[in-house]
């Protein structure tokens, strides 16, 4: 009995994961991240590695994905400071050429080490990028 009421659980669940629209974790591939001090024309004019906080009031975490044609999903960046949790933004990603950012700002006295990580819906980083902020 049990068994027959569960067929139509299941085959709604697997026709929702089947649906155009919605990506599995592993569709999404990161092929450009980058911590950076500015986005022109949606993309990052440099690479932050070492920075001082007094040389900038935000730093962008710019993040460029391949998927496919008809993703619709979204990520996390999550930004940390000497691995505590100081920012979250979830971003969408919807499209087979995808970029997207968050913007953190920079106050003086933040040094440390540094990290950001792009994360899935399921939790599982996807790519990491750091930087020492003196």
């Known amino acids: 009995m049990i068994r027959t009421r569960m067929l139509p659980v299941i085959a709604a669940l697997a026709a929702t994961l089947a649906a155009p629209g919605l ?31 007094t040389s900038v009031k935000a730093l962008y975490c710019f993040t460029r994905f391949s998927a496919p044609e008809d993703t619709d999903t979204t990520i ?13 933004y979830e971003l969408p990603v ?4 995808w970029r997207t950012y968050s913007r953190k ?13 792009a994360v899935d819906m399921e939790g599982k980083v996807l790519k990491s990028v750091s930087f020492r902020m003196n």
Request: hydrophobic residues 35%; glycine residues 8%; proline residues 2%.
């Open 23 to 53: 990506s599995r974790a592993g569709d999404l591939k990161i092929t450009e991240m980058a911590v950076t001090t500015k986005i022109v024309k949606g993309n990052p004019i440099d690479s932050v590695r070492r920075i001082s906080s």
């Open 76 to 88: 996390k960046q999550v930004w940390y400071l000497d691995d505590q949790v100081v920012a979250e």
């Open 94 to 97: 919807k499209g087979a050429h």
């Open 105 to 117: 700002a920079v106050e003086k006295g933040n040094s440390g080490e540094w990290r950001c990580d």
